[in-house]
């Protein structure tokens, strides 16, 4: 097994070697590549109770749980991704225009080198592992730095890779905050990152001294908005499930729920019933193997500051409540009486509390969405087909579930990303595969070229009459379309 696991004064070596590696890498076949990621494959099968094991320490995660929303998406992205490679590493033929008659054109889709993946510690196998495999089908050579607030996975990842692939093509670098800022300021041909909008600008800022690509996943304020056709038991069913799932702790967790003022009781008490019968409640909520924990006590603190200074300028706790720190543990909370002033809605939970807002109208509710950034997630629950079409047309948001939350994540067809503050770029498939490729335009003129026709000097007679048969195609061409 290679030990991929670097201290901060060897990166640069690693680099250089992955750097040496980057041509052969990206020169592959589809069959090559097809190989790479079986290999993987095969590795993550073989892992997978290590990697179960790391989930629960470091998050809590219950066996099933770490299945559902870790490990077998992984391997359905690989799967995903080797049997669409060979069309997507097609070179895409494009129409030329007759000025260039006889000409070739084509999109050749080229590796962008060595790229750099900072994963997060909410899902962090997944979010580790899925844009590997992008990046891999993409033909390049990976640095993948975990973090360290899931150290038990960050170790168990670096022994998964280690025992598959040499560090020239792909190395796993454990470390703090100091060494991913050391590696982001190495030229890398892209750089990923999943994690907090404040760490995703500092990335930005680094990247830019090398004029490297990136990519940001990060995350945001996704809103639930609740219509007055809305089928109550299925939205509370749902809405529950987004929000609880990893203890709250998901980029696209429901964060607040816009709820109309006279369906908010009866919301209220559908969650009660959802919650108590999925998760359990007193001591089972907390023995059970169904409810994860936060990933350190800082989170808990942080929630229960919002949410006590929420309750003390007016919101009310409706369920739950209770904050244990030294425990990493908070339990479903849903607070009602929310307004868009109060801590609450200040920044992204990221954890089990769901704040409850309600409103009069549609367009007091869609005011609200849109004043705030534009969030990585918007889920609608309606039976109002109008009440769709109209929230298609006036928000904007990464991504958009009806009736519905968190589950677009698992269609690979569907691109995954934010939109302004909530994130750039997207992945998952062909998505991720061309996100880690450079999309290379090739045109081929031929030997006997029209475009001879077009050199100066321009007041010879042919040169002037291409030009006038240019305008006399522009007129009958008609208005623009």
Same mark, same amino acid.
């Given at each position: 097994?290679?030990?991929?696991?670097?201290?901060?004064?060897d990166l640069h070596a690693l680099?250089?070697?992955?750097?040496?590696?980057?041509?052969?890498?990206?020169?592959?076949?589809?069959?090559?590549?097809?190989?790479?990621?079986?290999?993987?494959?095969?590795?993550?099968?073989?892992?997978?109770?290590?990697?179960?094991?790391?989930?629960?320490?470091?998050?809590?995660?219950?066996?099933?749980?770490?299945?559902?929303?870790?490990?077998?998406?992984?391997?359905?992205?690989?799967?995903?991704?080797?049997?669409?490679?060979?069309?997507?590493?097609?070179?895409?033929?494009?129409?030329?225009?007759?000025?260039?008659?006889?000409?070739?054109?084509? /999109?050749?889709?080229? #590796?962008? @080198?060595? $790229?750099? =993946? !900072?994963? *997060?510690?909410?899902?962090?196998? +997944?979010? &580790?592992?899925?844009?590997? /495999?992008?990046?891999? #089908?993409? @033909?390049? $050579?990976? =640095? !993948?730095? *975990?973090?360290?607030?899931?150290? +038990?996975? &960050?170790?168990?990842?670096?022994?998964?890779?280690?025992s598959v692939f040499e560090p020239?093509?792909?190395?796993?670098?454990?470390?703090?905050?100091?060494? &991913?800022?050391?590696?982001?300021?190495?030229?890398?041909?892209?750089?990923?990152?999943?994690?907090?909008?404040?760490?995703?600008?500092?990335?930005?800022? &680094?990247?830019?001294?090398?004029?490297?690509?990136?990519?940001?996943?990060?995350?945001?304020?996704?809103?639930?908005?609740?219509?007055?056709?809305?089928?109550?038991?299925?939205?509370?069913?749902?809405?529950?499930?987004?929000?609880?799932?990893?203890?709250?702790?998901?980029?696209?967790?429901?964060?607040?729920?816009?709820?109309?003022?006279?369906?908010?009781?009866?919301?209220?008490?559908?969650?009660?019933?959802?919650?108590?019968?999925?998760?359990?409640?007193?001591?089972?909520?907390?023995?059970?193997?169904?409810?994860?924990?936060?990933?350190?006590?800082?989170?808990?603190?942080?929630?229960?500051?919002?949410?006590?200074?929420?309750?003390?300028?007016?919101?009310?706790?409706?369920?739950?409540?209770?904050?244990?720190?030294?425990?990493?543990?908070?339990?479903?909370?849903?607070?009602?009486?929310?307004?868009?002033?109060?801590?609450?809605?200040?920044?992204?939970?990221?954890?089990?509390?769901?704040?409850?807002?309600?409103?009069?109208?549609?367009?007091?509710?869609?005011?609200?969405?849109?004043?705030?950034?534009?969030?990585?997630?918007?889920?609608?629950?309606?039976?109002?087909?109008?009440?769709?079409?109209?929230?298609?047309?006036?928000?904007?948001?990464?991504?958009?579930?009806?009736?519905?939350?968190?589950?677009?994540?698992?269609?690979?067809?569907?691109?995954?990303?934010?939109?302004?503050?909530?994130?750039?770029?997207?992945?998952?498939?062909?998505?991720?595969?061309?996100?880690?490729?450079?999309?290379?335009?090739?045109?081929?003129?031929?030997?006997?070229?029209?475009?001879?026709?077009?050199?100066?000097?321009?007041?010879?007679?042919?040169?002037?009459?291409?030009?006038?048969?240019?305008?006399?195609?522009?007129?009958?061409?008609?208005?623009?379309?």
């Amino acid at each position: 097994m290679s030990d991929t696991s670097l201290p901060a004064p060897d990166l640069h070596a690693l680099f250089a070697a992955q750097q040496a590696q980057r041509w052969p890498a990206s020169q592959t076949s589809a069959a090559q590549r097809q190989a790479i990621l079986r290999r993987l494959h095969d590795a993550v099968r073989a892992h997978r109770v290590p990697l179960a094991d790391a989930l629960k320490a470091d998050l809590g995660k219950s066996r099933a749980e770490s299945e559902i929303t870790e490990l077998h998406p992984v391997l359905e992205e690989i799967q995903h991704a080797i049997r669409r490679l060979p069309r997507w590493m097609s070179p895409r033929r494009v129409d030329t225009p007759s000025m260039l008659l006889g000409a070739r054109s084509e /999109v050749q889709m080229q #590796a962008r @080198g060595v $790229t750099l =993946i !900072l994963s *997060p510690w909410n899902y962090p196998v +997944n979010l &580790a592992l899925v844009p590997l /495999v992008a990046s891999l #089908a993409a @033909g390049n $050579t990976v =640095i !993948l730095k *975990p973090s360290e607030k899931a150290p +038990n996975v &960050a170790r168990a990842l670096s022994d998964l890779i280690g025992s598959v692939f040499e560090p020239r093509l792909v190395a796993v670098v454990e470390g703090d905050g100091e060494v &991913a800022r050391a590696l982001t300021e190495l030229p890398f041909g892209h750089i990923f990152f999943t994690g907090s909008g404040a760490v995703g600008r500092h990335v930005m800022r &680094a990247a830019a001294n090398n004029l490297t690509g990136v990519t940001l996943e990060l995350g945001g304020k996704s809103p639930a908005l609740i219509d007055a056709s809305a089928d109550l038991d299925v939205t509370a069913e749902r809405l529950a499930w987004g929000k609880l799932l990893n203890a709250g702790q998901t980029c696209v967790a429901p964060d607040y729920a816009l709820v109309p003022r006279h369906l908010e009781g009866p919301l209220l008490r559908r969650l009660e019933a959802v919650i108590a019968r999925r998760f359990g409640t007193g001591a089972w909520l907390r023995a059970g193997p169904d409810y994860g924990r936060m990933v350190d006590s800082a989170g808990v603190q942080r929630l229960e500051r919002l949410t006590r200074g929420s309750v003390a300028q007016g919101a009310r706790i409706v369920l739950g409540g209770e904050f244990d720190a030294p425990g990493r543990f908070i339990s479903p909370t849903v607070v009602s009486g929310v307004t868009p002033d109060m801590p609450l809605m200040q920044e992204e939970l990221f954890g089990p509390v769901l704040p409850v807002l309600t409103y009069d109208t549609p367009e007091e509710a869609l005011g609200l969405i849109r004043r705030l950034d534009a969030p990585l997630a918007l889920y609608l629950f309606t039976t109002d087909e109008d009440m769709i079409r109209r929230v298609q047309r006036e928000t904007t948001s990464g991504g958009m579930v009806v009736n519905g939350a968190v589950v677009h994540l698992t269609n690979p067809n569907l691109p995954f990303g934010g939109v302004g503050p909530s994130g750039m770029g997207n992945y998952h498939g062909e998505h991720g595969f061309r996100t880690f490729s450079h999309e290379r335009a090739v045109l081929r003129e031929p030997t006997p070229s029209p475009v001879r026709f077009l050199y100066p000097p321009y007041g010879r007679p042919v040169p002037r009459l291409v030009a006038w048969g240019l305008r006399q195609l522009e007129r009958q061409s008609g208005p623009r379309e």
